[in-house]
């Protein structure tokens, strides 16, 4: 059963702006498997734009509650390099007091904007 729902969008150019103008931004947002690729690379402005508008729509799915770690949800990729979503810590407790046991991510960058889709499921 499908408990909540939350949607995000990043103007992508903005997004890195503030990368560029706050170095350590990315590291307080992204962990270190967010921040690269399975290769190892960094990941593009576009990638960490819909990996943040991902963060940002999980949040709103679970009602914006204060106090939530930005490492306790992260995005990883399967060996396909499709993104999943994983809990922890913070995002992890809030989710279990609401009864959610599964998530559904999307992701989309394109035309300078980023997009993310979560659905919270019992």
């Given at each position: 059963?499908?408990?909540?729902?939350?949607?995000?969008?990043?103007?992508?150019?903005?997004?890195?702006?503030?990368?560029?103008?706050?170095?350590?931004?990315?590291?307080?947002?992204?962990?270190?498997?967010?921040?690269t690729?399975?290769?190892?690379?960094?990941?593009?402005?576009?990638?960490?734009?819909?990996?943040?508008?991902?963060?940002?729509?999980?949040?709103?799915?679970?009602?914006?509650?204060?106090?939530?770690?930005?490492?306790?949800?992260?995005?990883?990729?399967?060996?396909?390099?499709?993104?999943?979503?994983?809990?922890?810590?913070?995002?992890?407790?809030?989710?279990?007091d609401?009864?959610?046991?599964?998530?559904?991510?999307?992701?989309?960058?394109?035309g300078?904007?980023?997009?993310?889709?979560?659905?919270?499921?019992?």
């Amino acid at each position: 059963m499908i408990v909540s729902v939350g949607i995000d969008v990043v103007l992508v150019d903005r997004f890195a702006r503030a990368l560029d103008r706050t170095p350590l931004l990315a590291d307080r947002l992204f962990t270190e498997g967010e921040r690269t690729t399975q290769s190892g690379n960094p990941r593009s402005a576009e990638s960490l734009a819909a990996r943040f508008a991902a963060k940002e729509a999980v949040a709103k799915a679970l009602g914006a509650p204060a106090g939530m770690r930005w490492h306790d949800c992260e995005i990883v990729s399967d060996p396909d390099g499709r993104p999943w979503l994983t809990v922890s810590g913070t995002v992890a407790a809030v989710a279990a007091d609401r009864g959610i046991s599964r998530w559904h991510l999307s992701l989309s960058h394109d035309g300078g904007i980023a997009s993310a889709m979560v659905v919270a499921e019992a």
